[in-house]
């Protein structure tokens, strides 16, 4: 019997219900997991640290939804006003694949040389958190 012919019914698959979101803690600067457990905002917060520090197309481990392009604003000479603007553009696209984020806010955006920062709110259905991001 080949999968395709088992009807939905017969198959015994659990419904995920809306579950708080939780992940290991990611020691960003050791780039090492620490054991901890977090939930929650926190969880959240380092979700978006992981897919606005990732490439989007660049590793073949990520779907094609995962991470940014903020990286190819670097170094093209662009005005600060298109910088911004693309900036917000690009994070909102990248934070749309959870739906626990409801948008950001209180956007902020410099660049020295070759390193972008974006400062901003992180608004979830949580509760609200800063968020600072270099690229």
């Not at 009807?7 to 990611?26: F, G, N, Q, R």
């Not at 020295?112 to 690229?135: H, K, N, P, Q, W």
Request: hydrophobic share 35%.
């Amino acid at each position: 019997m080949f999968p395709f012919d088992i009807d939905d019914a017969e198959l015994d698959v659990e419904v995920e219900e809306d579950k708080e979101p939780s992940d290991y803690v990611i020691d960003f600067e050791t780039g090492k997991l620490t054991g901890r457990i977090i939930t929650g905002l926190p969880a959240i917060k380092q979700w978006v640290m992981i897919v606005l520090g990732t490439d989007k197309y660049y590793y073949t481990q990520y779907s094609w939804n995962h991470g940014c392009e903020l990286r190819d604003l670097i170094g093209k000479g662009f005005k600060q006003d298109y910088i911004e603007s693309e900036v917000k553009r690009i994070i909102t696209d990248a934070l749309s694949m959870s739906k626990d984020i409801k948008g950001i806010s209180n956007l902020e955006v410099s660049y020295e040389g070759d390193t972008l920062t974006a400062a901003f709110t992180l608004d979830t259905i949580y509760g609200s958190e800063e968020v600072m991001v270099d690229v």
